[in-house]
T-cell receptor
Framework: GAGVSQSPRYKVAKRGQDVALRCDPI?????LFWYQQALGQGPEFLTY????????KSGLPSDRFFAERPEGSVSTLKIQRTQQEDSAVYLC???????????????FGDGTRLSIL | RKEVEQDPGPFNVPEGATVAFNCTYS??????FFWYRQDCRKEPKLLMS???SGNEDGRFTAQLNRASQYISLLIRDSKLSDSATYLC???????????????FGKGTLLTVNP
């Protein structure tokens, strides 16, 4: 379909391993967001891209978390030396953000459910 | 204090009941407000935006009180299919004015029973 696509849908890793999560936003969407959702909580902001520029990474919990969007479309969230507290659902969202528009909705992908053993 | 706080729930109601969700936010400069719905193990989906004048979409009515920093969602004649977690969401735009990050409440679980 034409929605936000994330892969893998599920990821199990051992503590200390590195993981990479992929997000394909809706075609043409300028803005891309990553959120982390722990069990029983609402999603929490991690980082924001406008095209290829990472304009805000204030929500990344540590320097083990790294995100990129080199060509302004697909984005990858990488977590190095994973810890058990990294277990969560990682959600990607995109929006069209045309100039002058207001309240443009963010469209979410299904998320990647990450479990660290 | 969390930036967005919601009724903790859960709410269990019979079909046909009216249910109200309340939410407060702490940042008086917040500019946009939404209710999202999230089904179990699925992604959040926009239910409706919330405007100062109040807005209605079928059985759903949203209200915003900027002075009190309070947002509400009313569901009338609830259906089994309304069972989900309802997330109160606030957006604060950056200096450039473009779309920016969403801040979510913890969510309130609603179960509508037959």
């Amino acid at each position: 379909g034409a929605g936000v696509s994330q892969s893998p849908r599920y990821k199990v890793a051992k503590r200390g391993q590195d993981v990479a999560l992929r997000c394909d936003p809706i075609s043409g969407h300028v803005s891309l967001f990553w959120y982390q959702q722990a069990l029983g909580q609402g999603p929490e902001f991690l980082t924001y891209f406008q095209n290829e520029a990472q304009l805000d990474k204030s929500g990344l919990p540590s320097d083990r978390f790294f995100a990129e969007r080199p060509e302004g479309s697909v984005s990858t969230l990488k977590i190095q030396r994973t810890q058990q507290e990294d277990s969560a659902v990682y959600l990607c969202a995109s929006s069209s953000d045309p100039i002058g528009a207001d309240n443009q909705p963010q469209h979410f992908g299904d998320g990647t459910r990450l479990s660290i053993l | 204090r969390k930036e967005v706080e919601q009724d903790p729930g859960p709410f269990n109601v019979p079909e046909g009941a009216t249910v109200a969700f309340n939410c407060t936010y702490s940042n008086s400069a917040s500019q946009s407000f939404f209710w999202y719905r999230q089904d179990c193990r699925k992604e959040p989906k926009l239910l409706m935006s919330v405007y100062s004048s109040g807005n209605e979409d079928g059985r759903f009515t949203a209200q915003l009180n900027r002075a009190s920093q309070y947002i509400s969602l009313l569901i009338r004649d609830s259906k089994l299919s309304d069972s989900a977690t309802y997330l109160c969401v606030v957006m604060n735009k950056n200096r450039g004015g473009s779309n920016y990050k969403l801040t979510f409440g913890k969510g309130t679980l609603l179960t509508v029973n037959p």
